[in-house]
């Protein structure tokens, strides 16, 4: 099956700067990447996406580039503020029919200091 | 407004008790999903369904169980709780154009 790892599991960036959080996955066959942000005591939420067919999007300060043969795949928050503190998570799968699993990485904690 | 309910939201109950948690979605997705996770932390799969009637388990063992009897509704239920049961609960669905998952508000349970 598919094994997702995440690094860093925790990450402090002063607010303006930018933060990049990581993942690598096993399963070539994954073509579909995810990324959900989840603030304190609140459900993740899918802030953005890309599929294997593109290499990077981008939806305004938020951008997710992808390495499919190196099997890994970034998200890079630009200008952070305070309110992108939060964790989160990023998550490999195929969108569709067949494995119907999205794998998740283990989480990032983003922690933007004024 | 298309949207995944979970109720209850909070419940502290007994260690021995029987518990279920409801979970309904008006996304008109096949596709469901039960999550546990502790605060902040991972995300681990015990329980999903491509449709009425199917179930399976999870990634991550759990005592607890499952049922699908009608597409928006899709049940978890524990028989006896104990206080390793004490998590929160995320129930999710998958479908549509964009097929991704998406997670109702959670069911954060607590076994005294």
């Known amino acids: 099956g598919e094994n997702v790892e995440q690094h860093p599991s925790t990450l402090s960036v002063q607010e303006g700067d930018s933060a990049v959080i990581k993942c690598t996955y096993s399963?070539?066959?994954?073509?579909?990447f995810p990324w959900y942000k989840q603030e304190l005591g609140k459900r993740p939420q899918l802030i953005i996406d890309i599929r294997s067919n593109v290499g990077e999007k981008k939806d305004q300060r938020i951008a997710v580039t992808l390495n499919k043969t190196a099997k890994h795949f970034s998200l890079h928050i630009t200008e952070t503020q305070p309110e992108d503190s939060a964790v989160y998570f990023c998550a490999a799968g195929t969108p569709n029919f067949g494995n119907e699993k999205l794998t998740f990485g283990t989480g990032t904690r983003l922690t933007i200091i004024p | 407004e298309a949207d995944i309910y979970q109720t209850p939201r909070y419940l502290v109950i007994g260690t021995g008790k029987k518990i279920t948690l409801e979970c309904s979605q008006t996304m008109g997705h096949d596709k469901m999903y039960w999550y546990q996770q502790d605060p902040g932390m991972e995300l681990h799969l015990i329980h999903y369904?491509?449709?009425?009637?199917?179930?399976e388990k999870g990634d991550l063992s759990s005592e607890s169980t499952v049922s699908r009897i009608r597409t928006e509704h899709f049940p978890l239920t524990l028989e006896s709780a104990r206080p390793s049961h004490t998590s929160q609960y995320l129930c999710?669905?998958?479908?549509?154009?964009?097929?991704?998952?998406?997670f109702g508000e959670g069911s954060w349970l607590t076994v005294v």
């Open positions: 399963d070539s066959a994954s073509n579909y």
């Open positions: 999710a669905s998958r479908g549509g154009f964009v097929n991704t998952i998406y």
């Open positions: 369904s491509y449709g009425v009637n199917s179930t």
